[in-house]
């Protein structure tokens, strides 16, 4: 997004001060939701059990361990993909190309894993070393993003990222300097977005699932639903990797730490939290209730499918049959924007589709505890924000056809409340 000549884009999640405390919070709210999970009261609001000493977060084999998975993940992304995408247009005119195998890897990873417990890797045992798998996680993430950090301080102007660039080195560390980092055709923010945390996260769900299985005999129908439901979404994930390539994350936000940390630590080890509850306090299911919420599940993946894949066609070729015969608003850019369908019911049809599996991946957990809606709370709040940074984005883009759409279909995101 081009800003007007000597300014720069205003600053986000509070500028630096925000920054320096988001870098400090969310590893912190990561810890401490994993000591909650695996405590007696499992108290969301209520303080740790106890605070980890460093023999309990440092563990150079689980170190090992993390750099292994981040190795095999990388080693997957390698192989020859069955096609290569290109992404939207740069600033320099050119487009970078990304393989799309994202679905093979996480089959390629099922199969190795498979494998690997058949020839007695004993995977329920995972569920013990979260903590220091996450502080693994947290201190890549920080090194990472530093590494980052120098790498583009070599690069062309044209190659940072449009928020990144404030001149504060914390705001900057923070958001993420260069928008592709590359080395040759190898992407990091493309790679961590999609495979070592959003893989490790229904790993985690299974290796949780098999310890509940060890200590109880069966896995509950909780733990099933939960595995279940979260093996769906990754799985569209990456059937849909191509998708990603023009969210705002890829094409607005640098690599920095917030992604960082988001994709390698905070999505394994957070989104996995209804199972790791779930195995420390199981909880009582019937058949109808899971029945229900497994429809819950099914308006809401229906909702997120539709919504999304009705943009992305109508983003790739408007005169699609199928979405040819939507009602649409021209831009001065020359592209539409759709104002009947999906996006004509509210304007962010997909945020309401995922939010509803939100709620559906929680309801499993029971209504005796706060502590699993918590991926429901932080996950609205994120799109809420999210949100409002894209409707910035998109008046900057669109100006007075974005202005129009918002008169047109004045709900963001839940019809006729929000
Ligand atoms: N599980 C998780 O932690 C997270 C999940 N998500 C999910 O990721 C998915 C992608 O989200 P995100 O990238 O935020 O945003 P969207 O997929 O909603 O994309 C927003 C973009 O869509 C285009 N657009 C908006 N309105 C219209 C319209 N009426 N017609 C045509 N194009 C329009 C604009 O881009 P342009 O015009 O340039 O095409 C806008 O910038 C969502 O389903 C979200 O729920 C997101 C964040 C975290
Ligand atoms: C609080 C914090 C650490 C913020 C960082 C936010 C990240 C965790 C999220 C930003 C955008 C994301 C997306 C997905 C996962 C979470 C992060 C990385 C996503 C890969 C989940 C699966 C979806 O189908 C998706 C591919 C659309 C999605 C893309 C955005």
Redesign the pocket.
Same mark, same amino acid.
């Given at each position: 997004m081009a800003y007007p000549r000597g300014s720069r884009a205003p600053l986000e999640f509070g500028g630096p001060l925000g920054a320096a405390a988001l870098m400090v919070l969310?590893p912190a709210t990561m810890f401490h939701l994993l000591l909650v999970a695996r405590s007696g009261p499992a108290r969301l609001l209520g303080p740790p059990p106890y605070l980890p000493g460093p023999d309990v977060l440092w563990s150079p084999r689980v170190l090992l361990l993390w750099l292994a998975w981040l190795g095999l993940q990388a080693a997957l992304y390698l192989l020859p993909a069955r096609k290569v995408a290109e992404g939207l247009e740069l600033k320099d005119k050119s487009r970078l190309r990304y393989p799309i195998n994202g679905f093979q890897a996480l089959v390629l990873t099922a199969l190795l894993v498979g494998l690997a417990v058949s020839a007695g890797l004993p995977l329920g045992a995972l569920p013990e070393m979260l903590v220091p798998l996450a502080f693994a996680a947290t201190l890549t993430a920080f090194i990472f993003s530093f590494l980052l950090y120098l790498k583009a301080l070599g690069v062309p102007p044209s190659a940072l990222a449009p928020g990144g660039t404030s001149g504060n080195p914390i705001y900057d560390f923070f958001l993420g300097r260069e928008l592709n980092p590359r080395i040759c055709s190898f992407d990091f923010k493309y790679f961590c977005?999609?495979r070592p945390?959003?893989i490790g996260w229904v790993l985690i769900n299974l290796a949780l699932l098999m310890q509940e299985a060890e200590l109880r005999g069966s896995p509950s129908l909780a733990m099933w639903l939960v595995n279940g439901f979260q093996l769906l979404?990754?799985g !569209?994930?990456l059937w849909?990797e191509e998708?990603?390539l023009t969210?705002m !994350?890829i094409t607005h936000d640098g690599f920095g730490f917030?992604?960082a940390?988001?994709?390698l630590a905070?999505?394994p080890f957070t989104y996995s939290l209804q199972a790791q509850f779930l195995l420390h306090h199981p909880q009582p299911l019937g058949l109808p209730m899971a029945s229900a919420i497994c429809l819950i599940n099914a308006l809401g993946y229906y909702i997120f499918r539709r919504a999304?894949s009705q943009k992305n066609t109508f983003r790739k070729n408007p005169s699609d049959p199928r979405v040819a015969g939507l009602e649409t608003i021209p831009t001065a850019t020359g592209r539409q924007l759709l104002v009947s369908g999906w996006w004509g019911m509210v304007r962010h049809p997909n945020y309401l589709g995922d939010l509803i599996m939100a709620l559906a991946w929680s309801l499993p957990c029971g209504v005796s505890h706060l502590l699993p809606y918590f991926y429901f709370l932080?996950f609205t709040a994120?799109l809420v924000h999210r949100e409002a940074r894209d409707e910035q984005q998109c008046l900057q883009k669109y100006g007075l056809a974005w202005q129009e759409y918002c008169r047109r279909v004045p709900y963001r995101i839940l019809p006729y409340v929000y």
């Open positions: 969310l977005e999609l945390g959003l979404y990754v !569209d994930a849909h998708a990603v969210t !994350d917030m992604l940390f988001g994709d905070w999505v999304n932080y994120l």
